[in-house]
């Protein structure tokens, strides 16, 4: 199956600072989408791109869908405490599957 | 909000013992998924569910693991026989027929296999 590379794996940043992180895969994908992971809760969406070189905004956040189709930013700005969490990519395969990558865990130092 | 519902929250069973856990997912959507996540991995597919029966499944879903949706409004993942290389998180999830992508997991159950 497809793998997703994702990176950094982890972040410590202070508040206020913008965040960066990416993913790529060796394979293309039609639908990417970016999760955010509280501790102890499942992946809540943040941001869902479908075409190629899509760039979208949700509030603070922005993602776009590489040209290629093998690779996908987000990027936090202005980070607030409630910012932290564990960042997830993750590429629709077929119809149904999402492949996940390995997250990046944002620390942020108040 | 409509959210996706598991329960229990934490189950710890023993080595080969069955456990079943429960999902309700949002009333409206008609695909169901099982993912699970191992501590501090990522989160892997496991199986698909539309229309009373697995679209799609993975490796991980062999014969020790089934789906079913006994009712209209639960789903479940049993388990028959658990390992200890079981002990993950569990989220079950949904999606609207025709909707995108962006699938709404449930907060998930941790199950502890000793």
């Known amino acids: 199956g497809q793998q997703l590379n994702q990176s950094p794996q982890s972040m410590f940043i202070q508040e206020g600072e913008d965040v960066s992180m990416n993913c790529t895969s060796s394979?293309?994908?039609?639908?990417w989408l970016w999760y955010k992971q509280d501790p102890g809760e499942g992946p809540v969406l943040l941001i869902a791109?479908?075409?190629?070189?899509e760039l979208t905004s949700n509030g603070r956040l922005t993602a776009q869908f590489g040209i290629t189709r093998k690779d996908s930013f987000l990027n936090i700005s202005a980070s607030i405490p409630s910012d932290v969490g564990i960042y997830f990519c993750?590429?629709?395969?077929?119809?149904?599957?999402?492949?996940f990558g390995q997250g990046t865990r944002l620390t942020i130092n108040p | 909000e409509p959210e996706v519902t598991q329960t229990p929250s934490h189950q710890v069973t023993q080595m080969g013992q069955e456990v079943i856990l429960r999902c309700v997912p949002i009333?409206?959507?008609?695909?169901f998924y099982w993912y699970r996540q191992i501590l501090g991995q990522k989160v892997e597919f496991l199986v698909s569910?539309?229309?009373?029966?697995?679209?799609?499944k993975s490796e991980i879903f062999d014969d020790q693991f089934s789906v079913e949706r006994p009712d209209g409004s639960n789903f479940t993942l049993k388990i028959r026989s658990t390992k200890l290389e079981d002990s993950a998180m569990y989220f079950c999830?949904?999606?609207?027929?025709?909707?995108?992508?962006?699938?709404?997991f449930g907060s998930g159950t941790r199950l502890t296999v000793v």
């Open positions: 999830a949904s999606r609207l027929q025709g909707g995108h992508y962006g699938y709404t």
């Open positions: 394979s293309i994908f039609n639908t």
């Open positions: 791109l479908y075409k190629a070189g």
């Open positions: 993750a590429g629709l395969e077929g119809a149904q599957k999402l492949v």
């Open positions: 009333s409206n959507h008609l695909y």
């Open positions: 569910f539309y229309n009373n029966e697995i679209s799609e």
